[in-house]
């Protein structure tokens, strides 16, 4: 499973670097591309703009029948500011620019499964695919609207 998550997570990483190298966020004074997995970085006093955060729900059976194949599901959460934060564009703008990235970003739908454990990516011979975006939530917050869309991912358990 977390091997799926990884690739997702990393597919759309650099899918995002080569689309749109601009958008970019600073880490524990590193600067990357604007994506990160929730569960695993540091947490935030605010909600960052500008940023693709994952958050992921528990693995099931993608069938209902077998353990083979599994789905999980990653909400994309996403947001923008005021003029400040979004570069004179109004936030519906940049907001609607990061809707219609995010989809560009998640074709094509499949990638190469690999392990990130190591100092390279390790193909791991199977296949990780999803669902393209489906619109979520919407909020607004002290003047930042808030954006999410659900991605269904699924893979081929891992053998321990």
């Given at each position: 499973?977390?091997?799926?998550?990884?690739?997702?997570?990393?597919?759309?990483?650099?899918?995002?670097?080569?689309?749109?190298?601009?958008?970019?966020?600073?880490?524990?004074?590193?600067?990357?591309?604007?994506?990160?997995?929730?569960?695993?970085?540091?947490?935030?006093?605010?909600?960052?703009?500008?940023?693709?955060c994952l958050e992921w729900s528990a693995a099931?059976?993608?069938?209902?029948?077998?353990?083979?194949?599994?789905?999980?599901?990653?909400?994309?959460?996403?947001?923008?500011?005021?003029?400040?934060?979004?570069?004179?564009?109004?936030?519906?703008?940049?907001l609607g620019m990061m809707e219609q990235t995010?989809?560009?970003?998640?074709?094509?739908?499949?990638?190469?499964?690999?392990?990130?454990?190591?100092?390279?990516?390790?193909?791991?011979?199977?296949?990780?695919?999803?669902?393209?975006?489906?619109?979520?939530?919407?909020?607004?917050?002290?003047?930042?609207?808030?954006?999410?869309a659900d991605v269904t991912v699924y893979f081929?358990?891992?053998?321990?």
């Open positions: 499973m977390q091997a799926a998550k990884d690739t997702f997570f990393c597919t759309l990483r650099d899918r995002l670097a080569a689309e749109r190298p601009e958008w970019t966020m600073s880490l524990d004074g590193v600067e990357r591309a604007a994506v990160m997995v929730c569960e695993n970085e540091r947490a935030h006093e605010e909600d960052p703009t500008g940023v693709y099931k059976s993608a069938d209902g029948r077998t353990d083979s194949l599994q789905a999980m599901v990653c909400s994309v959460t996403y947001a923008a500011g005021d003029a400040q934060t979004t570069g004179a564009m109004s936030r519906g703008r940049a995010l989809r560009s970003i998640c074709r094509p739908n499949v990638t190469d499964k690999c392990a990130y454990d190591g100092d390279a990516p390790q193909p791991l011979g199977a296949k990780v695919f999803w669902t393209l975006p489906v619109a979520g939530k919407k909020s607004e917050d002290n003047g930042v609207l808030h954006w999410s081929y358990a891992e053998v321990a």
